[in-house]
Every structure is written in structure tokens, then in C-alpha cells.
């Protein structure tokens, strides 16, 4: 086994954690005179959640993606504690496929910067780049995972889009927060916090998303997800 810091060709990485130091990427591939029979090649997810750094937005609706990068962290065991590219960043693993997730901490508007760089240092392909943002076009509490999409009317899609050099090709997870009731300032819609019900149903649709998240980098858009879209769809739908 040969291991690295770096390499071009990244296939299977590990967090490496010493004592009283940061974590950083470990590279590891297999030689050719290992058993090819029972070599496994990984390639790294990067997941980016989009949100607003600092407490004044904290549980807002427009932090969501922030939301599901917690969740994660917490069910996968990464620790979230280093900064890189104007993000916050946790290196792990979900079974044996290496992920890295990441906060931005640009805010919203311009959170492509450290997607962009962040994609770029660790050769991450545009298939394997999920983003996970706020999407007023759902109800609240829905869900949407797909392999590609536009950037609507979002400031923080558009600017991750514009920073990969306007490519769409990449995963993204939606989730739904609702539009502003009546004559609502949408700014002001997303910056309010959830009433207690809304809560309930985000919080539900964190834990849903999260299991998805998995099931995307475990086996790709395969018929899993195809299900918990239709599921999504129709969740508050009465029979």
C-alpha cells in the first residue's frame, strides 16, 4: 500500500486525526502487486450544505443545508473543526466511501467561492459534488434529490454554478421550505426561524434526508432514490 498527503488520482482517502493536531486528508491506493481481486476503488463525495455562518441565522429557513450537514456530522461521526476555503469542513466516511463535508462561510451569496476551490484542491468530479440548500418552490418538509437542475431563484446555487464554471451537472438536494404567506418580504421570510409545526416537519425531513444523502453515495441514483422522491412528493398528501 502506498499513501500520500496527495495525488491526482483519488480514490480511497482517510481522516487522520493525531493528537492535538488538525485532521488532514490521507491518500491511499492500491499497488499492482496487491490481490486485484479484492482491491476497491472509492471516489470522494464532497457535500455542501448552504447557509449563513454566526448565530443571528442559526434555525433560520434559509439554513437548512447548514441543518443537514449537522445531521450528518452527527450520524457518520465526523468531526466538523477545520477551516479551508472559507468553509467549514469534517473529513470522514460513509461505510467505506470517503466524504468531505462543508459549511461555507462566505455567506450565502457567495458560497461558490469554497465550493469551487474545494472541488479543485481535492479533484472532486462535478457527479460527485451533492449541494443541499432551501427550496421555496417545495413544501415545507419536502424533500428532492436530483442529479442536476438549474439555479432558480437561488443566490447561493447561482453562485456555486457560476464558480464551477456555469455546470449544472451536479447532484443537489432541495429542501422544501415553503413560499412567504401573502405579501411576506421574501428576505424576511427567509431569515424568520419556524413556527413550531414547520419545526417538527423539517427536523423529520433532516432525519429522511439524511438516510438518502446515504443511499446516493452508497449506490447512486439507483431505483432508493427514485422511491423516496415519489414518497416525498406525495408525504402530506391525503389518501
Same mark, same amino acid.
Given at each position: 500500500m ?7 488520482r ?8 493525531p ?19 479484492f ?9 455542501v ?18 441543518e ?8 457518520e ?16 466516511a !460513509?461505510e #467505506? ?6 459549511k ?6 457567495? +458560497? *461558490?467561492e %469554497?465550493? $469551487? ?16 440548500y ?6 415545507n ?9 438549474g ?8 453562485s456555486?454554478?457560476?464558480n ?19 405579501n411576506?418580504?421574501m428576505?424576511a ?12 416537519? !423539517?427536523? #423529520? ?13 452508497? +449506490? *447512486?441514483? %439507483?431505483? $432508493?432514490?427514485?422511491r ?12
Amino acid at each position: 500500500m502506498i499513501c500520500s498527503t496527495y495525488t491526482p488520482r483519488i480514490y480511497h482517502f482517510h481522516a487522520v486525526r493525531p493528537v492535538f493536531q488538525k485532521p488532514r486528508f490521507r491518500v491511499c491506493s492500491s499497488t499492482s502487486s496487491e490481490n486485484d481481486r479484492f482491491k476497491i476503488e472509492y471516489t470522494p463525495w464532497l457535500i455542501v450544505g448552504l447557509g449563513n455562518p454566526g448565530n443571528k441565522y442559526h434555525g433560520t429557513r434559509h439554513n437548512v443545508g447548514f441543518e443537514m450537514i449537522d445531521v450528518l456530522a452527527r450520524k457518520e461521526g465526523v468531526l466538523m473543526n477545520t477551516i479551508q476555503s472559507k468553509a467549514l469542513i469534517g473529513i470522514g466516511a !460513509i461505510e #467505506e466511501v470517503p466524504i468531505l463535508l462543508a459549511k461555507p462561510q462566505t455567506y450565502m451569496n457567495f +458560497s *461558490g467561492e %469554497s465550493v $469551487g476551490s474545494l472541488a479543485s484542491h481535492y479533484r472532486v468530479p462535478l457527479r460527485h459534488i451533492l449541494l443541499i440548500y432551501d427550496e421555496m418552490a417545495l413544501p415545507n418538509g419536502v424533500l428532492r434529490l436530483q442529479p442536476k437542475g438549474g439555479q432558480g431563484y437561488h443566490n447561493g446555487v447561482k453562485s456555486v454554478m457560476g464558480n464551477l464554471d456555469g455546470r449544472r451537472n451536479f447532484p443537489r438536494l432541495s429542501i422544501g421550505i415553503g413560499k412567504p404567506p401573502g405579501n411576506m418580504d421574501m428576505k424576511a421570510f427567509l431569515l424568520q426561524k419556524f413556527s413550531p409545526w414547520e419545526r417538527k416537519q !423539517i427536523d #423529520e425531513a433532516l432525519e429522511q434526508g439524511s438516510e438518502a444523502v446515504k443511499t446516493l453515495v452508497l +449506490s *447512486g441514483f %439507483s431505483q $432508493g432514490i427514485s422511491r423516496f422522491n415519489l414518497v416525498q412528493k406525495y408525504k402530506f398528501h391525503k389518501v
